[in-house]
């Protein structure tokens, strides 16, 4: 049976009620001196002011409660699973605002890029399995899809040469590929024609339309293109399309009953499913907040493929970073490559062949945002601690909901006073922001 949290201690708040006068109780229901309260939120104040110590639980909790008012987020899951394999649910807020019906466990979310892990993942068993190189060129799997330069080449050449890029460049992002979803006519579809198809051939001659950013291992850039053309090559390598690779290596193996590819015209999910919406001004210069939310439910997958097309829970995305951070996946000499090849972006993250290490609090983790969710998948080193968490919102410009909640709820599993795992007596905090660039959110 799912263990999950709504911090209803009714009893306890009608028992208070007795013996506190009204001005406490007008103090403690708003806590935030904002003239707002929550349930959750007085009973922690009213159990503090009677003495009693909340549990982690109530902590976290409270936490996510306050979260979602603060930030006018619909409604926030999260799943938690523990050294001892106990997974723990929290849940704060609505699925569907306008039926408003409760948050569940079992809600799916757009996952976003966190499709990128399955998608990279499929290509580090290929790899181990022989039947690719990371050093193999995209010309090499897919001729004549990216430029190539001129023969003889011109001198000063600074275009696309797909004969210099490598699986390992589209993994960790240093290609030098535009991002497709910088494309105006592109993003005026991504955001106001959601049926609207593409293939990915498509995709990929929208992004080459532009100058590089750079050369290959020139510098480190976010591109979503990457991660199409590694589906493609999953699809080249096997003769299987990479839903299918995905399908029967990860989410029927591990039992990710939840985890789902919605292909070319599935637009909807596939059972119970949170609505998301998203804030359109907060999108767009200048990013003033109208407090209208607009629904994004509904969207044709094939938008962003292999890059950012798939659906979850957070349980889902609790179980597959466990998986994918403890060696469930590879062999030794992989498990080695994924933990060790990497390259750093800021000096606090670095990325890694198609997931992202947060070396200065010790995760391994990949976010993803898509228009209208904004889901995390974290695991943390030294504790073994897997964590999922999403919300049925877009989040305003740059920022993230692991940013949100992720490091606060670390410090109360672990609290700074106490020794963390890795036996340093520092905060988990949040590193300096990883992602620049237009369109990031998946």
Known sequence: ???????????????????????????????????????????????????????????????????????????????????????????????????????????????????????????????????????????????????TPPDPE???????????ITIRHLLMHTSGLENFTNDDDFLDNYYHHLDQAYTPQEIIAIAVSHDPVAQPDEVWYYSNTNYVLLGMIVEQATGHTWEDEVRSRFIDVLGLTDTFIPETGQ????????????????????????GILSEFTYREPSQVDSSGNMIATPDNLARWIKAIAEGELFNEQYQDLLLNDKVD????????????????????????????????????MDSHVSLGMCTNRTIIQGIKIHQLILYDI????????????????RRFVEPNGTHGGRLTEY
């Open 267 to 290: 637009t909807g999910f596939f059972g119970e499913f949170a609505h998301g919406y998203m804030d359109l001004e907060e999108r767009f210069p200048p990013h003033e907040i109208s």
């Open 345 to 380: 972006i800021n000096g606090y993250i670095n990325m890694g062949l198609g997931v992202v290490h947060d070396v200065y609090n010790g995760f391994m983790q990949h976010p993803g945002q898509i228009s209208g969710y904004d889901c995390g998948a974290f695991y943390h």
């Open 1 to 147: 049976m799912k263990k999950f949290l709504h911090g209803k201690y009714l009893v306890l708040f009608f028992l208070l009620i007795v013996f506190f006068n009204g001005t406490v109780l007008a103090e403690t229901f708003d806590i935030n001196g904002d003239g707002k309260t929550g349930i959750h939120e007085a009973i922690y104040a009213l159990k503090t002011a009677a003495g009693h110590e909340p549990s982690v639980e109530e902590k976290v909790q409270q936490l996510l409660d306050k979260t979602c008012e603060e930030f006018g987020l619909p409604g926030i899951s999260m799943a938690i699973i523990k050294e001892n394999q106990e997974v723990v649910y929290f849940l704060s807020g609505e699925s569907d605002k306008i039926n408003e019906t409760k948050m569940t466990p079992e809600a799916q979310f757009r996952i976003g890029s966190i499709t990128k892990t399955f998608t990279g993942m499929t290509i580090m068993q290929l790899a181990q399995e022989g039947k690719l190189f990371l050093t193999q060129t995209v010309e090499y799997w897919l001729p004549g899809l990216v430029p």
């Open 410 to 425: 670390m410090n109360i599993l672990y609290p700074p006073e106490e020794e963390p795992p890795a036996k340093k007596a």
């Open 154 to 164: 011109p001198a000063n050449y600074t275009g696309y040469n797909a004969n210099n």
